[in-house]
C-alpha cells in the first residue's frame, strides 16, 4: 500500500473504529457511516478523501479492516472498535482447539495474572495461526505468540466470533486458558 493509502486506512481506522465524533460523523448500532457523510464530515474538518480512494483503500488493505456495504452506499470497520455507540452483532462461532494472541514479551507477568483483557477495545482478538499472531505482537514490542485452549472455553461457555477478515473475537481469555510453553 502506498504511504498516501496507508496514511487514509489509519484516519479511516480512527474514526471508523474509535472516535467518528471527532469529524462529526455518525455510526448506525452495526458499525455503518454513509459514505457521502464521511466524505463530507472528512473534508469539513481539513482531510480531503474521495470515494475513489476510499474504495481503493477498501480493496487493497492487507487485513480487509473495512468493508462497503452491498448497495455502495455506506462503508464500515469489520473488527477492532472501541467506540461504545457500535455493537456488531456478530455470528457465534465454534472455535477450532488452538487459536494464538500475538503479544509483547513485556506484558507476560501482566496477563499470566490477570488473564487478556481487551483494554480499550471491544475484545480480545485471536488469531488462527501463529505467524499472524507474532505480527501482531510486534506492533507492542518483543513479539511472541501465546497459544490459547479456544475449543475448551468454548466447551465451558465462553462465547467466540469471527469478523469478516477471519479474526477471531472473545471478551477475556482467564490465564487457566492460555497454554504455559515448555
Ligand atoms: C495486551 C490490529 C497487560 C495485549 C491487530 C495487547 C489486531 C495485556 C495489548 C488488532 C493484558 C492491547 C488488535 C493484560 C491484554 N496485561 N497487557 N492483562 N491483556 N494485554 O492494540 O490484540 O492493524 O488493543 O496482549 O492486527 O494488539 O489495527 O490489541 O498487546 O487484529 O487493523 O494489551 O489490531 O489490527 O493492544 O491488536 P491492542 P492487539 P489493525
Redo the contacts with the bound molecule.
Sequence with gaps: MSKKYAEISKFL?YILRHEPQSVGLNLDIEGWANINDLITCANQSGKEIGLEQIQQVVETSD?K?FVISADGLSIRAVQ?HSTKSVSINYDEKTPPEFLY????TR?LD??YK????S???QYV?LSQDELTALT??Q??GKPVALKIKALLMHEQGFKFFQADNN?WLTNTVASKFILQPD
Aim: net charge positive; glycine share 20%.
Design positions: 481506522s487485513k479492516r477492532g494472541h500475538g503479544t509483547a506484558f501482566s496477563i490477570e488473564g487478556l483483557l483494554g480499550s477495545r482478538h501482531v505482537g506492533r507492542h479474526v
